[in-house]
């Protein structure tokens, strides 16, 4: 089966550090997507992981462990408009669907 | 803008009807899929195109929807009979295809049956 997991809810204070946890278990794995999506808008695209360690995109980085079926985002230096929600997405094998989870709706607070 | 459109962006129903949405997707991107999201949900798979071949469309695809994307270009899908459980906001995006691109997605049409 496919089963993706994230946290509902996170909240954090602006300018601080959080990171959010992804983990996986699908039949194929062709790369694991990140997006944010805020309230009522499309997803939007933040990082990129095929093999494993960390990608570092500005203030957003994305780390993989294969083996662990494990990622995470890390969003630095936190700011009111990083609330939003935050997509975790497994392409199946073939370079075709995304497989999402339920998403982790961020708060930041001042 | 040349970014993925769709129409209409709000659609109000009522319990029976046929539905049809569009997308465009951008111009040189070949893949186009379409997604289903609730609310509290992640986007879900329903069908993907490269260029007007339809490849893969979801299980949980009931005979009611189909899709198309005659010349390879714009995508439409059609909800027949729609029921009160197709509510939801409808997705479409496109890629490149393969490799590292992602999928760029579309604002959405919202869909209410009533």
């Known amino acids: 089966g496919q089963n993706i997991d994230q946290p509902t809810e996170m909240t954090a204070t602006e300018g601080a550090i959080v990171q959010i946890n992804c983990t996986y278990q699908t039949s194929g794995f062709n790369g694991l997507f990140w997006y944010q999506q805020h309230a009522g808008e499309a997803p939007t695209f933040l990082s990129y992981n095929v093999l494993d360690g960390l990608e570092e995109k500005g203030r957003f980085s994305s780390f993989l462990s294969r083996s662990k079926g494990y990622s995470y985002l890390l969003l630095k230096e936190l700011q009111m408009k990083d609330s939003a929600s935050y997509l975790c997405?497994?392409?199946?094998?073939?370079?075709?669907?995304?497989?999402f989870g339920a998403g982790t709706r961020l708060a930041v607070h001042p | 803008d040349t970014g993925v459109s769709q129409d209409p962006r709000h659609k109000i129903t009522k319990r029976g009807q046929n539905v049809t949405f569009r997308c465009d997707p951008i111009?040189?991107?070949?893949?186009l899929y379409w997604y289903r999201q609730t609310l509290g949900q992640g986007p879900e798979f329903l069908t993907y195109f490269q260029n007007e071949a339809q490849l893969e469309k979801s299980r949980l695809l009931s005979d009611r929807f189909s899709a198309e994307r005659p010349k390879g270009s714009f995508s439409t899908l059609e909800i027949q009979r729609t029921e009160q459980g197709d509510s939801a906001m409808y997705l479409c995006?496109?890629?490149?295809?393969?490799?590292?691109?992602?999928?760029?997605f579309g604002p959405g049409t919202r869909l209410t049956v009533t």
């Open positions: 995006a496109s890629s490149l295809d393969g490799g590292v691109y992602e999928q760029y």
């Open positions: 997405a497994v392409r199946d094998q073939g370079y075709n669907k995304l497989i």
């Open positions: 111009s040189e991107h070949n893949r």
